[in-house]
């Protein structure tokens, strides 16, 4: 009896003893990763994260202002991407409704 009762805790502690082997690290990966999902962008965040890399990007004599002349080549970079987009989406409909690749005039 007392050997059946011996077996019985060994096995229940070789038991706890290997769940906390797996489940360490597990849950240490999870604590690491958990503070990251936490910390989403709201959108006026992801607004004003995106107007000072564009105030980076164009203020040319640093003044932390968009001039005049700063704002023309904003704004002609904004159109050649809508027209390089507008093209990329002419050309996949053209290839779709082909059914094969349309060739391209480079």
Same mark, same amino acid.
């Given at each position: 009896? &007392? ?7 060994c096995?229940t502690l =070789?038991v706890?003893? !290997? ?5 360490g %690290?597990v849950?240490?990966?999870?604590e690491?990763t !958990?503070p990251? !999902?936490? *910390?989403?962008e709201?959108a006026? @965040?992801k607004k ?8 980076v990007q164009?203020?040319k004599? *640093?003044?932390?202002?968009m001039d %005049?002349?700063?704002? =023309?080549a @904003? &704004?002609?970079?904004k159109?050649k !991407? =809508?027209a390089?987009k507008?093209k990329?989406?002419?050309? &996949?409909?053209k290839?779709d409704?082909a059914? &094969? %690749?349309a060739e391209?005039n480079?």
């Amino acid at each position: 009896m &007392k050997t059946h009762r011996l077996q019985t805790v060994c096995a229940t502690l =070789a038991v706890l003893v !290997a769940a906390g082997f797996w489940a360490g %690290p597990v849950l240490l990966a999870a604590e690491k990763t !958990a503070p990251a !999902a936490e *910390k989403k962008e709201t959108a006026a @965040e992801k607004k004003a994260r995106l107007a000072r890399e564009e105030l980076v990007q164009y203020d040319k004599n *640093k003044n932390g202002k968009m001039d %005049p002349d700063e704002l =023309a080549a @904003e &704004k002609a970079d904004k159109n050649k !991407a =809508a027209a390089e987009k507008r093209k990329a989406t002419i050309q &996949k409909k053209k290839e779709d409704a082909a059914g &094969k %690749p349309a060739e391209t005039n480079k």
